[in-house]
């Protein structure tokens, strides 16, 4: 067999200590949801090819790992012309909504009134590998099944909060906005509905190419007379107060609504102000921005879209929204629904550049056993330490002291602990502590005082 | 859409309830397995084909999940003929340790010495479901490479048992036998290779058939002259002493080995004896039974084997053995290693029939909040709580209190929290808790008090 196989293209093995980080990151995050009250969710890796295909379309389509038949449906299938869609019967998953969507229309009776859940599992997307774009990645979800009152919105945003602090980010914000205020916005300016999309995606760039590259793009597009001022208008407008807080913002917007006379738009930006009033009273005002310029991607969302942001970083470390639709067009009846997904790659990467997760070492001490007839004692030995969740790797060779040292000083443990004849005579332990580099004679009757230090 | 997608064949979702006691089960296996110095390893979910079928064999061809090629490539895969084994480049994972070998074999250097892993993730396999069959289960496996000395297997095994301890199993044990052993009995009895396989499949029958049983079974062989007989002495000598406990079965099975005047022979019995010496001395006499007639059927076993069994239970809860050629035969270089894959499933199963697992609701109370202008202050409270670890599911919905109960009963949440004017004014929550069916007050300043109450 071929030697140095690869993990596949585009697909990680992690290693004990960046996967100990991870790990912490993510314990991190469902403790909190789970201190809010959302249960742990998970599904199988493969759904249904017809249900994947359907959901993602073209993109779907070509980036869906797909699974293929076996047996006689493969035989049958290359038989009958070999059609490629005939192959295969499964693909991997490629997001953590469809399948809730499927899980709840499967289970809504024992799911009813609403559904709090959290879903940390991977996706997968052959998409092409680069730099933070992977192939197997995690996707960390919470969800908010049957209310479509702005307390669930609240719900979320206060976890993604607590879990933002408890992981040390002084600078993330949530940036808010509405899909009904876009659409009034374009409405009130009567921009025809086959044009919506590439506004809204042209709007949506103002941090990142600012308002003359805005305008630019504007003007390279065909717009009916008229339109191109007052987008330009607004463009300006926003791009002025933008930086002036919530108020002057929500002042601002609300000048171009009011102008318009639509009254649902309004209930929408009110909708929008109670949250804002709420966060600020909760000590989080600079947690939440209303940037009436997001945009964000999906089709599926209906009403408040958000998007987490960090510091001045252009691009976003979560996002979601409100999709009052999605689960009825799996399930066959409407429910109103509410998501977030945390971008758990891009935030742990972030944590890993910024260096602000403790480089831990898993193990506490290494013990060695110098000869067999002394291992009954220093299995003894191992138990009173892990009795007191010390981490004890017990060295499962017999090899020379030294070279026993060598070993745990280039793994990064920091002291050996040596059990030998003398030691067991004598009801002691040796310990060789690589930060001072000194031996230790510690009796067995001493042995909770050594434990104390080496917990502080 | 159509109604009703249901979950791929033999996969599960997990809902709440069930997960979290899966997730309590192997948060016990990883803590002990951290507590014991093994480190934990993550690997993609997919492996080049050709290492997968390469190491599984004809098992391999039929069983693995097979990832069609995309694009450019499947295109041509499929005008050049239309080859079943042309159409797909990657697999699922088959099991956790061809993996391993691949990871250890990338990164030898880094990993040298003695490299002690974990791994509890889940593998695929295309096998017809049935009752506690699944095609996407999790394995749980533990290894440890680079050590050829039996230290290695007695740190499995005290993990193994300090797990099942944990677990509250009173009546699990390994049962233990040596490769070399089986081979040196076969030797001695001058059985052709060519009939190994065969036999010792029988002989490992004896727990399950009986002597007559296996008696049978050897009848109906066409065996050699003299080698029936001597079989039948063998199995029925040990069926003699099997209930007679460790010492009565080395004793008995030696009398074979030393019949036969081999020195290597004798010196795997010896190992066993000393293994089993020391568990003895550690309180684990009945933890460790010598059973010379284990087989088990995987080939790469090359010295211990040994499974995991509970009480009269006839199938195994875990397994595994030395494997000092498999990491050489992947990545080169001969490496010494053994490990135990937990039956993680199965254990789960046996847990939940015989309710070993306390049904522990994941949320302590369930808050809600009658009115919008009462959010901050109900937000405040739920920070109480959580600050001291209670899990608060807020309720994302403005609704009656009595359809609020219905629902919170009905979810099995033990009380509610009721914010309300009063509340706001008086700085009190109102609670109701269904045990008592009571309603109490309790002012802000006493919340402390109430919060002991729910902990204990």
Same sequence: chains 1, 2.
């Avoid at 996707?139 to 919105?153: K, L, M, R, T």
């Avoid at 600012?210 to 008229?226: F, H, I, R, T, Y």
């Avoid at 252009?314 to 639709?325: A, I, P, T, V």
Wanted: aromatic share 10%; charged share 30%.
């Amino acid at each position: 067999m071929a030697k140095k196989i690869k993990a596949p293209s585009g697909m990680r093995d992690f290693l004990p200590d960046e996967l100990r980080k991870r790990k912490y990151v993510i314990k991190i995050i469902s403790d909190i949801y789970e201190k809010h009250g959302f249960s742990p969710l998970e599904t199988p890796s493969m759904e249904r090819l017809s249900l994947l295909l359907d959901k993602y379309g073209d993109e779907g389509e070509k980036l869906v790992f797909k699974i293929m038949k076996r047996g006689d449906k493969l035989a049958r299938a290359l038989a009958d012309g070999k059609n490629e869609s005939e192959l295969a019967d499964m693909g991997l998953r490629y997001d953590l909504t469809v399948p809730l969507a499927r899980v709840y229309s499967n289970n809504r009776h024992q799911l009813t009134g609403t559904f709090k859940r959290y879903q940390i599992q991977p996706v997968w997307r052959a998409d092409r590998p680069a730099r933070g774009r992977f192939r197997e990645f995690y996707q960390c979800d919470v969800d908010i099944i049957g209310s479509s009152h702005f307390f669930a919105e609240l719900d979320i945003f206060l976890a993604v909060c607590e879990i933002m602090d408890k992981l040390n980010f002084s600078d993330y914000f949530l940036s808010l906005n509405d899909r009904n205020l876009l659409s009034a916005i374009l409405k009130g300016f009567a921009c025809p509905a086959e044009l919506e999309t590439s506004v809204l995606t042209t709007l949506d760039k103002l941090d990142k190419i600012g308002v003359k590259g805005v305008v630019g793009e504007l003007e390279s597009k065909e717009l009916p007379d008229g339109l191109q001022e007052k987008l330009k208008d607004y463009v300006t407008a926003m791009a002025e107060v933008k930086d002036e807080g919530n108020q002057a913002v929500l002042e601002k917007f609300s000048i171009f609504i009011r102008g318009f006379n639509d009254s649902s738009a309004l209930k929408y930006l009110e909708k929008i102000e109670k949250i804002m009033t709420i966060f600020s009273e909760l000590g989080y005002a600079d947690r939440l921005i209303f940037d009436p310029l997001l945009a964000r991607g999906l089709d599926y969302y209906t009403g408040s879209i958000f998007e987490l942001k960090i510091g001045e970083e252009k691009s976003s470390f979560g996002g979601g929204g409100r999709y009052d639709n999605l689960i009825g067009d799996i399930g066959g009846q409407q429910v109103a629904a509410v998501g977030f997904s945390f971008g758990l790659e891009r935030i742990i990467d972030h944590l890993l550049a910024k260096e602000m997760l403790e480089i831990e070492h898993g193990v506490d001490l290494c013990l060695a056993c110098l000869d067999e007839k002394y291992f009954t004692y220093a299995a003894k030995v191992a138990a009173i330490f892990r009795n007191q969740e010390i981490k004890v790797d017990f060295y499962p060779r017999k090899r020379s002291p030294s070279k026993i040292f060598r070993w745990a000083s280039k793994k990064g443990i920091p002291r050996v602990v040596l059990i030998g004849g003398d030691e067991v005579t004598e009801k002691k332990i040796t310990v060789k502590n690589f930060s001072t580099g000194k031996f230790v004679e510690i009796k067995l009757d001493k042995i909770d005082d050594f434990i104390k230090k080496i917990k502080t």
